[in-house]
């Protein structure tokens, strides 16, 4: 059974088109387990029932058929219990129902096992025997390994083929909920970005100039031809008899015959070249999917990497660039920084992510560019919304992608309030951010791009309290040079003088890399990066911090800030370092004042030295973002585990309390930067606390400065206090919401007045 276990869930992963996979699978588990009979149950969601999707040893015509409400039989006993049921003889169940079109009275002994994909039950896999008994316990645990596997493929195939778990996506008004990413709400049109070379997530579009289409194809074909023909010469000596004959295969495949005539066929009905190619290679990947011999079913990868080939060559060539429509909203599986960068600002109005949570880095792009976004959007079908009128909701992280008329004029005018807003709350530029009573506190600007610091001075920021080093440095092929870097530095310490300017030290690692340090580990966020990088790396850290020295000369405005620190002996040696290169520059000659230093309250261990730590700096600055990580053990990035990242945990205000009040007595300022502080309601918190500064995206500033100019500090104490009882993030979040409205500032966090 344990080698049929694996070719089967080999099965699960390659067959793509639902229909067969389940086919196979019934087919296949009936004999691995010498059953009677194996059928397959999803839900569906419309009729509320179950559908016999697929059987083997049951009355074929049953398919599609047969189905049961959810309150009936023993199918939905199955799926209310969440849980396998294993039954001598099913007959004798109160549940049991009889479906006559199944013809299964021959068959009494039951077993059911709920197929489960993130809690929510998909629908039953069932073996059943022609004599009385229960099932052993290697073959129920054998079903529920597979049952596993299949969730996960039964999703994605739904999904993929516009059938979500929640139902149609071609429904009107249908709702695809991830994560807030970035306030704010937008009405557009989707423009879906996708990796190159993956077939899978090609999107559907349309094309009108067939002819053009067909040649472009076929271009990409004779590329395809000419790079295997150079690739089997180059390695005619080393090619072994059976590669010659896979390159031969290939060779005849991209001269004609199914491959190339179905994809012009799809492409003759009006699909791009990349989707007919996508469909037409998964088409013919099947057929040999569905193969008993090992060695033909092996055929169906040389298929896709056929596929893939010419799929990079379409995508290489010369083709027209992208038209970006007027309010184009990016919608991919992962939305890159590079993608972004490729869109007009101007006509850039939204961005809707699968991947991601509320602090990845394409969430904090949305918040610098002051546009929504909704990450961790699992359930969406990246490939189906290319071209279609869409809203976004980055309030609620709420994605509508066939929404009505109606609403979309809702959304216009919520969109058209939101700018007025802007525009009203712009005024504030030049007003201080003090509470009612006299409280002050000095609100910063994150940056790290030099599109968002012209941002950052036109919304009235009093300085940078993150300038996220890395982005420069990711944004090139190799390490930037010490006076390529003092340029660079030079350029924001002089946008912002006489205000401090605080640059962080290279934060790399985790999910920031560079493509000329390549890492590799199991556990990126628990391994090498930030300070842990850079002080095993001297003469990188030496030479950043002599760029950010000599980069303040004559502006003194300098603030030196240590990422991810987790040891007090870290402090130290960073200390040491800009110590060394100070006296370094100063006994050359060179007319520098000493900047000041801060460490970042990043992972639980700094939280409980902060007071040791702040003894050794100037100034102390919480990162949210990774301390929420850290703190509930979520990595920001996993879109899996997306709705347990929230800053707004409990503990984590509880961590900062402990942050603020240990750090009090020493009289250094503590200043929060991560992507928390751009939500509005939160900053009644800040009063709370006592925090001295809060940095954030530019286009946040004006909201954050509203509310603390409509609080006093009691009443925001009050809330605090109340938000201290609160078991969860979600009642915090809603008695902020609430003391918001109270003083009239809902309509900050939510759309429309
Ligand atoms: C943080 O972790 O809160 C932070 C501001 O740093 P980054 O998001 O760049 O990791
Ligand atoms: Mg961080």
């Not at 800053?647 to 750090?663: F, G, N, R, Y």
């Not at 007595?665 to 009644?684: H, M, N, S, Y």
């Amino acid at each position: 059974m344990l080698a049929s276990l694996h070719s089967i869930l080999q099965d699960v992963n390659n067959i793509r088109r639902l229909d067969q996979l389940l086919s196979q699978v019934v087919r296949r588990i009936k004999e691995a387990t010498s059953s009677d009979a194996c059928s397959i149950y999803l839900e569906n969601v419309e009729r509320e029932c179950y559908v016999l999707e697929a059987a083997a040893g049951l009355a074929e015509t049953s398919v599609g058929k047969v189905s049961l409400k959810k309150n009936e039989g023993l199918v939905g006993l199955v799926c209310r219990r969440e849980e396998s049921l294993n039954l001598e003889n099913l007959f004798e169940h109160p549940c049991y129902q009889r479906m006559k079109d199944l013809k299964d009275d021959h068959l009494p002994g039951f077993l059911g096992v709920p197929i489960i994909h993130f809690r929510k039950v998909l629908g039953v896999l069932v073996v059943r025997q022609r004599w009385k008994r229960y099932f052993n316990e290697d073959e129920v645990a054998f079903l529920q390994t597979i049952s596993i596997q299949l969730a996960g493929a039964v999703a994605h195939a739904q999904m993929l083929s516009n059938k979500s778990a929640s139902g149609q996506v071609n429904n009107q008004n249908q709702t695809i909920t991830g994560i807030p990413g970035s306030p704010g709400v937008a009405v557009g049109v989707a423009l879906v970005v996708y990796p190159a070379a993956d077939l899978d997530a090609v999107p559907d579009r349309q094309v009108v100039d067939i002819d053009a289409e067909i040649t472009v194809f076929q271009k990409a074909l004779s590329e395809v031809r000419a790079d295997i023909r150079r690739l089997m010469v180059r390695l005619s000596s080393v090619l072994a008899p059976e590669d010659r004959a896979l390159f031969d295969a290939y060779l005849l495949m991209l001269d004609g015959g199914g491959l190339v005539d179905r994809t012009i066929e799809r492409i003759q009905k009006g699909s791009w070249a990349a989707g007919a190619l996508r469909d037409t290679v998964n088409e013919h990947a099947h057929f040999f999917e569905e193969i008993e011999d090992p060695y033909l079913r092996e055929r169906a990868d040389d298929i896709y990497d056929l596929g893939r080939r010419i799929l990079l060559s379409l995508q290489s060539g010369k083709r027209k660039p992208l038209e970006y429509p007027k309010h184009t909203i990016l919608v991919g599986e992962e939305v890159s920084a590079a993608a972004l960068a490729e869109v007009p600002v101007e006509r850039l109005a939204g961005i809707v992510s699968a991947n991601g949570s509320r602090s990845s880095h394409v969430a904090i792009l949305a918040h610098a560019l002051g546009i929504p976004a909704v990450v961790g959007a699992i359930n969406l079908s990246v490939g189906k919304m290319d071209k279609k009128n869409v809203i976004i909701d980055g309030y609620r992280g709420c994605f509508y992608p066939s929404p009505s008329a109606a609403m979309r004029s809702e959304y216009k005018r919520f969109a058209d309030e939101e700018r007025e807003l802007t525009t009203e709350l712009n005024r504030l530029r030049n007003k201080t951010a003090q509470t009612v009573d006299g409280f002050r506190i000095k609100l910063l600007a994150n940056t790290g791009f030099s599109s968002d610091i012209s941002a950052a001075l036109a919304c009235g920021a009093e300085g940078v309290g993150l300038y996220r080093t890395e982005f420069p440095f990711m944004a090139r092929e190799r390490f930037p040079g010490e006076d390529e870097q003092r340029l660079i530095y030079r350029v924001v310490l002089d946008t912002f003088s006489p205000s401090p300017v605080t640059l962080r030290t290279l934060d790399i690692g985790g999910d920031k890399h560079l493509s000329y340090f390549p890492i590799k580990e199991e556990n990126p966020f628990l391994g090498w990066r930030g300070i842990r990088i850079t002080l095993d790396h001297p003469e990188i850290f030496r030479t950043q911090i002599r760029a950010m020295l000599r980069a303040s000369m004559g502006l003194n405005n300098l603030q030196i800030l240590f990422p991810m620190v987790s040891h007090i002996s870290e402090v130290d040696a960073a200390l040491g370092i800009v110590k060394s290169v100070f006296d370094e520059l100063v006994d050359g000659g060179l007319h520098i004042q000493r900047p000041k230093t801060g460490v970042m309250i990043e992972v639980p261990s700094a939280v409980y030295q902060a007071a040791e730590l702040a003894k050794r700096v100037d100034f102390i600055s919480v990162g949210t973002n990774d301390l929420t990580q850290y703190l509930l053990a979520v990595d920001r990035n996993n879109p899996r585990v997306a709705q347990l990242y929230d800053s707004l945990h409990p503990s984590l205000l509880k961590a900062l309390i402990q942050v603020t009040e240990s750090v009090a007595p020493l009289g250094k300022p503590v200043g929060i930067c991560g992507e928390i502080v751009g939500d509005p309601a939160a900053a009644i918190l800040w009063i709370a606390m006592g925090v001295d500064n809060l940095s954030m995206s530019a286009f946040a500033l004006s909201r954050v400065k509203q509310v603390i100019r409509h609080f006093t500090v009691p009443q925001a104490q009050e809330v605090l206090a109340k938000a201290l009882q609160c078991e969860d993030a979600d009642a915090i979040r809603e008695i902020l919401s609430q003391a918001l409205e109270e003083v009239g500032l809902g309509y900050l966090v939510r759309a429309g007045k």
